[in-house]
């Protein structure tokens, strides 16, 4: 298995370990037990840090497509590098710093957080592409 591989599947788990965040973070919310396991035919408002959370939770998985596909295709074509594993590393490491600066709210950081895990994917694409 390449290094690559091993950080998309430690990546997926961060994946999971976020959808339980969103998931239990509103649980405290008065209301909230009650509407979700309901119809949820209107929205509920879960409160600022909760909202976060879902919502980095569903940032997560609109960068994760994109690195597990590249991924397995460098796997696939045996193009794996240093700097392949450099960036899969770079991509993993601003998604766990990420979500502290999502739900905190920490503005400038959070998007050059993002940035650095965006600029991971595209050098683990670049191996790819050369």
């Not at 994946?15 to 405290?28: D, E, K, N, R, V």
């Not at 879902?54 to 240093?82: C, G, P, W």
């Not at 600066?101 to 994917?121: E, N």
Request: with cysteine; aromatic share 16%.
């Amino acid at each position: 298995m390449t290094e690559e591989l091993r950080i998309a599947i430690y990546a997926a788990l961060l994946g999971m370990f976020q959808l339980c965040l969103a998931a239990w973070s509103p649980l405290g919310v008065p209301g909230y037990l009650r509407w979700n396991t309901g119809p949820r035919d209107t929205p509920f408002d879960v409160g600022p840090v909760p909202g976060r959370l879902r919502r980095v939770f569903q940032n997560f998985m609109e960068t994760y497509v994109f690195f597990a596909v590249i991924v397995v295709a460098l796997a696939l074509a045996h193009k794996s590098d240093a700097v392949s594993i450099w960036g899969a590393r770079a991509y993993l490491i601003a998604r766990i710093v990420y979500i502290p600066c999502y739900a905190f709210a920490i503005s400038y950081v959070r998007s050059a957080v993002w940035a650095v895990s965006f600029f991971g994917i595209v050098a683990t694409a670049c191996c790819l592409l050369f």
